[in-house]
């Protein structure tokens, strides 16, 4: 049972919280009592998400922001309209991101290999790094949590690009973690396995999504969002106040059978 106190008061900004695993994270949230900040670049999908969330009996209170997480001065603006809001930022959530180039490393283009990298790792870097400087200011700590992919760990599971910018997510959580923790800031790497939800729709075959869908990993259920979203609520909570700088990972099993989709 979900305990409903555990994030009152607390504020959470996720990225990328208008659609799958962000959405789902922002649903459980709200239910825990939180605060948060959904900064996305959809438009549409934000307003649907304003009109159609269901906190629950305990849910808290939500707010978006339009912007594109791979500009600095975007993510500025997003974290400034937190501090306006509810005047605190205790959660920082990196979680949007794209599949990014898909095609044969040999025929990838720098200018996609760039995109993948300013969207799923440049948002990353300006994440911690302007939510730190809050936190830092706030002087009572907080927890930073950077969503990577089972891609970062296997050369089978994304392309070049979206596998490289997810390998780095990984390498600069570990750093934020040592820099940061003598301020009580935790930083940590979930990693999501392959799931069912509208990014993997976009870029892996169907049939292997049907496939794990049949059972094919250790664990005989095919992966939703809303698989991830305990890990979220763990990690924004005080209940992980000595976790730092580690990965979880949430696949189904996925990476200890050395799962390759191509
Ligand atoms: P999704 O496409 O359902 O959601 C991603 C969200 O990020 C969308 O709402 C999108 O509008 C937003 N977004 C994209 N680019 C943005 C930008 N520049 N600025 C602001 N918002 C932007 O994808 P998802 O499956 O929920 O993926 C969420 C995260 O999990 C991503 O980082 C993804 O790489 C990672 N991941 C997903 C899977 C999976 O199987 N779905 C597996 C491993 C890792």
């Known amino acids: 049972m979900t305990d409903c106190k555990r994030l009152s008061g607390r504020t959470v900004v996720v990225t990328g919280g208008a659609s799958g695993i962000g959405e789902a994270a922002v649903q459980r949230l709200l239910e825990e009592g939180a605060q948060v900040v959904v900064g996305d670049i959809n438009l549409a999908a934000l307003r649907r998400l304003e009109a159609h969330i269901q906190g629950g009996s305990c849910a808290g209170r939500l707010a978006v922001v339009l912007c594109d997480v791979s ?5 500025i603006r997003l974290l400034r309209h937190t501090i306006e809001k509810f005047g605190h930022l205790d959660c920082m959530i990196n979680n949007a991101g794209t599949g990014g180039a898909f095609e044969p490393l040999i025929e990838t283009s720098v200018a996609d290999w760039d995109r993948t990298q300013a969207v799923n790792l440049r948002s990353v870097f ?22 990577a992919s089972i891609a970062a760990m296997s050369g089978g599971a994304g392309g070049a690009a979206y596998s490289a910018s997810k390998a780095g997510v990984v390498s600069l959580t570990q750093t934020a973690a040592v820099q940061l923790g003598a301020h009580n800031i935790r930083v940590n790497t979930i990693v999501p396995g392959i799931l069912v939800s509208p990014l993997t729709h976009r870029n892996v075959d169907p049939e292997g999504l049907k496939n794990l869908a049949a059972g094919t990993l250790p664990l005989p259920i095919a992966g939703e969002s809303k698989h991830l979203a305990p890990a979220f609520a763990f990690f924004a909570s005080d209940d992980s106040r000595f976790i730092s700088g580690t990965t979880l990972v949430v696949d189904g099993g996925a990476g200890a059978m050395g799962l390759n989709l191509y």
């Open 71 to 75: 500009q600095e001065s975007d993510i």
């Open 126 to 147: 300006l994440g911690t790094k302007h939510a730190a400087r809050i936190m830092m200011r706030q002087g009572e700590g907080g927890s930073i949590i950077n969503v």
